[in-house]
């Protein structure tokens, strides 16, 4: 469906579906280049749809393979869609690689940008067979992730861990380049002599224009969760605040987004709310596209960043923390040191411990009842996270940039081949 927004430049165009919304300047059309992004992450991808912004500005027409139900794919040329069914579980997500890549393989695009560490092996394929670049975008880091899934020794674990670094290197040496979360990720990759460049989960600071609107007097009492509902992004601590919050007759109210990694992610949430007693005041909202976050976010004082103790969680800031700051929210993270580091630095912060929930309620409630000098806090950190944390200037440059170098001067393959 395309549609025509005040928002953008009147040379610009709208592509927008249930789950994502994209500008399409006037120079793509049927003839630009085709920049596939084959992926098994869920459709509407915060990150993903940011890339394929750049791609579109960069002067690429894009065409997404993801997993989703929905009942409208876009088919405009420069912005299409290809969908599969959801799957229920992480094994079925796996499962689904190879359709994907071949429905990928089949558009014969320029390039690929691809955006799981279970793609890797299909790409090496395509890049060997059509010697053209692709892309490899690193959202998390992998190879701790991975490895701490293992029933192992932790010793064991770290040397899983290195194996699978070693291997997403070697192979992003051979598809081309690497797009990656941090300056720590980066380091393995520049070692190795891989062309790189560092994109933070930073929100599109256009989408957040004239936040936050709402004094916080009268946002206080809503706290909303906006990330993944899973064990490992701190669904528990999530629950255990709601109903402290509740049997202290608090007048928070939480809201959490139901977003599912799989079916089996929501049935053992629905077991974890059962058996501890649902609270009244925790309310699941439906899935919102990455163009109306902002607005959800404008009318909520408290945002939740629940990391659980896990693998690679030490050392992520989910990009709902930049968010939280650039809406005017105070950001209310667990004890995870990087997350933690960021909202003390750069937020007005609550942090506590995995089985702190009355502390983080106490603090929750100072700066409720200091409501005036809260709202002049977040106002002022939002005006600085405009200054450093935006997508539009910190990555859409050099992102964009690195798209058109490797379709420009693409690494023959077999050179490629030699170097993997």
Aim: proline share 8%.
């Amino acid at each position: 469906m395309s549609d025509v927004s005040p928002e953008i430049p009147a040379e610009h165009r709208v592509v927008s579906t249930s789950s994502w919304r994209l500008n399409i300047p006037a120079a793509v059309d049927e003839d630009s280049p085709l920049l596939v992004i084959p992926t098994v992450h869920p459709r509407g991808d915060r990150r993903i749809v940011r890339c394929a912004q750049v791609a579109l500005d960069a002067g690429f027409r894009v065409h997404f393979l993801w997993l989703d139900d929905g009942a409208d794919p876009s088919t405009d040329p420069a912005a299409a869609e290809t969908l599969f069914p959801s799957p229920r579980n992480a094994r079925e997500r796996i499962r689904r690689v190879g359709r994907t890549a071949r429905a990928a393989t089949a558009l014969d695009g320029q390039i690929w940008h691809i955006h799981d560490f279970y793609f890797l092996r299909q790409a090496k394929r395509w890049r060997r067979r059509r010697g053209r670049p692709v892309l490899y975008d690193v959202h998390e880091y992998y190879a701790d992730y991975y490895a701490g899934k293992l029933p192992l020794p932790p010793s064991v674990r770290r040397v899983v861990s290195r194996l699978l670094e070693r291997y997403q290197v070697g192979a992003a040496k051979m598809l081309g380049a690497a797009d990656v979360v941090t300056e720590k990720m980066a380091d393995p990759f520049r070692a190795a002599g891989v062309p790189v460049v560092v994109s933070p989960n930073y929100p599109l600071a256009g989408q957040f224009t004239g936040l936050p609107s709402v004094p916080f007097v009268e946002r206080r009492w809503k706290v909303l969760h906006i990330g993944t509902l899973s064990e490992e992004y701190g669904t528990a601590l999530l629950l255990d605040i709601a109903r402290r919050s509740q049997a202290r007759g608090l007048p928070f109210e939480f809201e959490a987004i139901a977003r599912f990694p799989s079916p089996d992610h929501r049935r053992a949430f629905e077991i974890s709310v059962e058996q501890g007693g649902r609270p009244d005041n925790l309310r699941l909202i439906p899935p919102r596209p990455t163009h109306e976050m902002p607005a959800l976010l404008g009318g909520a004082g408290f945002g939740l960043s629940l990391l659980a103790v896990d693998g690679q969680n030490e050392a992520a800031v989910p990009s709902k923390n930049y968010e939280h700051v650039m809406a005017g929210l105070v950001d209310v993270v667990s004890d995870r040191k990087a997350q933690r580091t960021f909202a003390e630095r750069h937020a007005v912060a609550v942090s506590g411990h995995d089985d702190s929930a009355d502390l983080i309620l106490d603090r929750m409630m100072a700066f409720a009842s200091d409501h005036e000098g809260t709202d002049a806090q977040l106002r002022e950190k939002a005006t600085e996270a405009r200054a450093f944390f935006t997508w539009e200037l910190a990555v859409e440059p050099p992102l964009g940039a690195m798209m058109r170098e490797l379709v420009l001067h693409p690494q023959p393959a077999a050179a490629a081949v030699e170097g993997a």
